[in-house]
């Protein structure tokens, strides 16, 4: 079997991830008595799932395999801190990711067995404001937004799944473009877009929150970019960002104390400033190596275990942990372009870059909250901050790139086939 075969070089990313998984869970099993026997069970699940999933992908062709590895890798980091910081919110992350798994192979096959999806333009705005009502009658606040839903213990976080309703909807438009403008003038059909897309991005801020707004409008603004030549609908949407900031910092208290916090931090260290100075001390204390797994004290920092988790790991893995992180993020996106790219169906390739954007622009935004270039959202780190919904949506989302990857003949040989490892 060429995919067992190929993984038998000791630099492959397979060995070296199984390789992480071994020693840190290793590591945090022996950090104190008693010993948790969870701690090598989530180990050695996720080694074990990494590995089949990996010859899954290579053997029957289901897409990328390198971009699993990827993931796994993300979350095998992300763990590690979150099960060192609180051993039942890391169980329950764990157990998240596995339900997760069902849903990113359930994705593959919908997405592949569905052929409709570029008719649902009309669908889909229609059920993120169903979505919105029902998140306004039903949901409750959580630290100030009101995108949560409780249903018998669970919580389900309504924007995550907008995301991907919002990515689906801009690549049914330019999917169908050329039809709608054969019926209608291109002038009509481009405002009717920018307003449906700026209501569904609106919706989110009526719920007070703005992270994931941001999120898509970035976004947004750049497969527009990409898919119109005109720099008028550029500069429009430029002045809406424009708009939108001075609005928010004008007449939302909780963005005024963000862009406060953010601008200088020091002047209110023990209130406003408090969670980005803690952000900075633990990035600081860490240096290059890192204080070790449990040696550090991330937990001085106010929702380290989600906003806050990329200075976790910085503190106690060090700024080399850090760049890590960073670095698998860049590999995901390339990947995800290259899925783009090669993909010749034109809703599939718009999909491809709407979902590959999506994990580049979150990634970039809470990485730069947390280290003082950014405003700080409240949004998560994808594959590594904890959060069900969001573990489960961006494993759907995953799920759905592998199957265009599949569709646009998979990029890239198998490693060893051209006798030559290839590295993602």
């Known amino acids: 079997m060429k995919a067992l075969k190929s993984i038998k070089n000791p630099i492959h990313p397979l060995i070296l991830l199984i390789l992480f998984d071994v020693l840190g869970f290793l590591l945090l099993y022996f950090r104190k008595t008693p010993y948790d026997i969870n701690v ?12 089949l999933i990996y010859i899954l992908t290579s053997k029957l062709r289901l897409g990328d395999r390198f971009i699993f590895l990827i993931v796994a890798m993300l979350f095998s980091i992300g763990e590690l801190v979150l099960y060192r910081l609180d051993s039942a919110q890391g169980l329950k992350q764990a157990e998240w990711f596995g339900i997760s798994l069902v849903f990113y192979f359930a994705a593959y096959f919908i997405f592949g067995f569905v052929h409709f999806w570029n008719k649902l333009l009309l669908f889909l705005p229609a059920l993120s404001v169903l979505l919105f009502v029902l998140t306004y009658v039903f949901g409750t606040e959580v630290n100030g937004s009101k995108n949560w839903i409780f249903i018998k213990g669970f919580s389900i976080q ?17 999917s169908n473009r050329e039809k709608i403008t054969a019926r209608i003038p291109k002038v009509w059909a481009t405002l009717g877009f920018l307003g449906i897309a ?19 409008f ?19 949407n430029a002045a809406a960002a424009v708009a939108a900031g001075a609005f928010g910092t004008l007449f939302v208290y909780h963005i ?19 969670q980005i100075a803690q ?18 004290r991330p937990d001085l920092i106010p929702d380290v275990k989600t906003d806050f988790i990329f200075s976790a790991i910085c503190e106690e893995m060090g700024m080399f942990g850090g760049a890590a992180v960073i670095l698998l993020f ?51 780190l994808p594959f590594i901050s904890y959060g069900g919904s969001s573990m489960l949506i961006n494993l759907v989302a995953l799920g759905v790139l592998q199957r265009i990857a599949a569709s646009g003949n998979d990029p890239g040989p198998h490693p060893g086939e051209s006798g030559k490892d290839v590295k993602p």
């Open 40 to 51: 090598l069970i989530i180990g050695g699940g996720l080694a074990v799932s990494t590995l």
């Open 158 to 174: 309504t924007s995550e799944i907008s995301k991907l309703i919002f990515v689906f909807f801009v690549a049914c438009y330019y």
């Open 198 to 216: 700026y209501m569904m991005m609106g919706l989110m801020v009526l719920q007070k929150e703005w992270g994931t707004p941001l999120l898509l």
């Open 218 to 236: 970035l976004v947004f603004t750049l497969m527009v970019y990409i898919f119109e030549n005109d720099l008028k609908i550029f500069l429009l």
């Open 256 to 274: 005024q104390v963000r862009v406060e916090a953010w601008l200088n931090p020091w002047r209110d260290i023990a209130g406003k400033g408090y």
């Open 279 to 296: 952000s900075l001390f633990a990035i600081g204390s860490g240096d290059f190596f890192g204080s070790g797994i449990g040696l550090g």
């Open 330 to 380: 860049l590999l995901l996106a390339y990947r995800g372009f290259k899925i783009a790219l090669k993909c010749s169906d034109l809703f599939n390739k718009t999909v491809a870059l709407g979902i590959t954007l999506m994990f580049a622009f979150q990634s970039f935004i809470i990485i730069a909250g947390v280290i003082k270039l950014f405003l700080l959202t409240g949004i998560t």
